[in-house]
Nanobody, 119 residues
Framework: QVQLVESGGGLVQPGGSLRLSCAAS????????MGWYRQAPGKEREFVAR??????RYGDAVKDRFTISRDSAKNTVYLQMDSMKPEDTAVYYC??????????????WGQGTQVTISS
């Protein structure tokens, strides 16, 4: 089973940028959809972005500001976050979903990385 480790979180001023990384311990198979979610204090976990072998999708709150990408050679997924806002403050989680199943099965979650937007 693949294990995921996020990194790259930190404190950024409003309008700033961060790039998160999610490193997979095993091979990031083409049938894995890799996703980013976030959870702010007192709120439910929210979908941020996901990437498959052929497309990407974004949550409405981050569309046009965040970019997800994957480097299969490095078994790593990235989340480039630009024009950040205080409401982007949350713990960001990476996950892997195996889409060979119906319904698709979550393979793994990372432990999360804290992102804080504050002046």
């Amino acid at each position: 089973q693949v294990q995921l480790v996020e990194s790259g979180g930190g404190l950024v001023q409003p309008g700033g940028s961060l790039r998160l990384s999610c490193a997979a311990s095993g091979r990031m198979e083409s049938y894995y959809v890799m996703g980013w979610y976030r959870q702010a204090p007192g709120k439910e976990r929210e979908f941020v972005a996901r990437i498959s072998s052929h497309n990407t999708r974004y949550g409405d709150a981050v569309k046009d500001r965040f970019t997800i990408s994957r480097d299969s050679a490095k078994n790593t997924v990235y989340l480039q976050m630009d024009s950040m806002k205080p409401e982007d403050t949350a713990v960001y989680y990476c996950n892997a979903i195996d889409i060979r199943w119906a319904p698709p099965r979550t393979v793994s979650w990372g432990q999360g990385t804290q992102v804080t937007i504050s002046s």
